[in-house]
């Protein structure tokens, strides 16, 4: 008994290049964006506070960081806001992504009134993800 075998079954299976080199390009991509954004965020020129017991926190790729800087100025995005815009904005944020993290980078010499002033802005937004950004002192 012979069985008949077409050309298509005969075939060996081969990697697709095209679709490969798709996805390394997107990978490219999304990597080069991310660096820019973590990039911007450090352009602005903040002396952040030391502390001994800094720990590195896990940090998703889409948080808030909210630079303040010493003179009470909120920046976020290279976008400067006031602490009424800046409610309204978490606020729109919060509305299409709940569980946002958003991480509080200030000045050492900013006032508490200007910290206290952001968290209070998470508070009405409803985000309770919030970390305050500091540098590790290792001068012991």
Not at 43 to 69: D, F, H, M, R, Y
Not at 74 to 94: D, G, H, P, T
Request: with cysteine; glycine share 2%.
């Amino acid at each position: 008994m012979k069985f008949d075998v077409s050309e298509y079954q005969k075939q060996k299976p081969m990697i697709q290049l095209a679709p490969l080199v798709d996805i390394a390009f997107w990978a490219l991509m999304f990597f080069m964006i991310i660096a820019v954004f973590n990039q911007m965020e450090a352009q602005v020129n903040l002396t952040l506070p030391k502390s001994e017991t800094a720990v590195q926190s896990a940090q998703s790729a889409g948080k808030i960081v909210i630079n303040i800087t010493k003179d009470g100025r909120f920046i976020v995005n290279q976008k400067e806001y006031n602490a009424n815009s800046l409610a309204v904005m978490l606020k729109e944020v919060s509305s299409l992504f709940p569980n946002q993290q958003v991480i509080i980078r200030a000045d050492e010499l900013t006032y508490h009134k200007y910290v206290i002033m952001a968290l209070d802005a998470c508070g009405r937004s409803n985000l309770s993800d919030i970390s305050f950004s500091t540098l590790r002192d290792d001068t012991k």
